[in-house]
């Protein structure tokens, strides 16, 4: 997993465990590496409970990341 982007401890989120922020915050902890990190979590809780994130990092922008990084290879 790259660990060279900002992180996030995900407290509170619900989408932390599909979200690539988080599970590479987890890998660095586990590997016991530095890591820049997010303060808080970024996420925004409405009145109806849901939640969303501008910094959310899924499957989509993991596929965009990967085309980039072909494109520049």
């Known amino acids: 997993m790259n ?3 900002t992180t996030c401890k995900g407290e509170g989120c619900k989408a932390k465990e599909s979200c ?3 599970l ?3 890998e ?3 590997n016991d ?3 820049i990190w997010l303060m808080s979590p970024p996420y925004k809780t409405e009145e109806n409970g849901k939640q ?4 959310y ?5 993991t596929n965009m990341l990967e085309q980039l990084e072909e494109i520049i290879e």
């Open 57 to 61: 990092w899924g499957e989509n922008q």
């Open 52 to 55: 969303s994130c501008e910094m």
């Open 24 to 26: 590479t915050y987890k």
């Open 3 to 5: 660990l060279d982007i």
């Open 33 to 35: 590496a530095d890591r």
């Open 28 to 30: 660095a902890v586990l």
């Open 20 to 22: 690539r922020r988080f």
